[in-house]
């Protein structure tokens, strides 16, 4: 006995489509040959991908130059090095009111009657 299945199977790969008649053909032939015209809403479509696609390069371009960093003056070579300045030195703040009762807290019993 033939399992149910197999039978299926049988009917299954026996079966063949029609051919398709010369007017379908042509039909599919034409719509092929010419690309249709973009339509405003593919315009659209494609400029806000271009834009997005810009827009990620920008983000990746500036991690990448956040994460890296500008070069250290030690890893250039010496030919390469013209001129490196240094900022100049900020003249010390002056002393507050709490800086001054703490170091007279630290001082020594003589400051007190000095100040008298």
Not at 34 to 42: G, I, S, Y
Not at 81 to 110: E, K
């Amino acid at each position: 006995m033939i399992d149910p299945m197999e039978r299926l199977e049988a009917e299954l790969a026996s079966l063949r489509p029609s051919s398709l008649s010369v007017n379908v053909i042509g039909a599919i032939a034409d719509e092929l040959a010419e690309p249709p015209p973009l339509r405003f809403a593919d315009r659209c479509l494609l400029a806000v991908m271009s834009v997005g696609s810009l827009a990620a390069c920008v983000i990746v371009g500036l991690t990448v130059w956040q994460v890296a960093g500008p070069a250290s003056p030690s890893s250039l070579s010496p030919q390469q090095i013209l001129a490196v300045q240094t900022p100049p030195a900020a003249p010390p703040a002056p002393a507050t009111l709490g800086q001054y009762q703490q170091a007279l807290a630290r001082s020594s019993d003589v400051v007190p009657e000095i100040l008298r």
